[in-house]
Nanobody
Framework: QVHLVESGGGFVQPGGSLRLSCAAS????????MGWYRQAPDKSRESVAS???????NYDDSVKGRFTISRDNAKNTVYLQMSNLIPEDTAVYYC?????????WGQGTQVTISS
């Protein structure tokens, strides 16, 4: 079992920045992928960005150039630096952890962009 704890959501004006963090604990294998999904009201959950334990990253086209995902393997923590935020980024952001064919989810953190 893997437990995820997220932090860093909040309210910011358009053009602002936020940094999300997610710490994993429990039965963690060396090879895994950590990432972020988001779900806006009345929309399906969508992938935002992911990073493997080897450092390979993947981004949704809507956030390329604005968001940066990184991780600290020693701390089993993944970060999402979000810049140039726009109202369309408003959503609940969920941390995701994948290993040996299983998915684990954080509780979600609200990100709201509004003037």
């Amino acid at each position: 079992q893997v437990h995820l704890v997220e932090s860093g959501g909040g309210f910011v004006q358009p053009g602002g920045s936020l940094r999300l963090s997610c710490a994993a604990s429990g039965n963690i294998f060396r090879i895994n992928t950590m990432g972020w999904y988001r779900q806006a009201p009345d929309k399906s959950r969508e992938s935002v960005a992911s990073i493997t334990s080897g450092g390979t990253t993947n981004y949704d086209d809507s956030v390329k150039g604005r968001f940066t995902i990184s991780r600290d393997n020693a701390k089993n923590t993944v970060y999402l630096q979000m810049s140039n935020l726009i109202p369309e980024d408003t959503a609940v952001y969920y941390c995701n952890f994948k290993q040996v064919g299983r998915d684990y989810w954080g509780q979600g953190t609200q990100v709201t962009i509004s003037s």
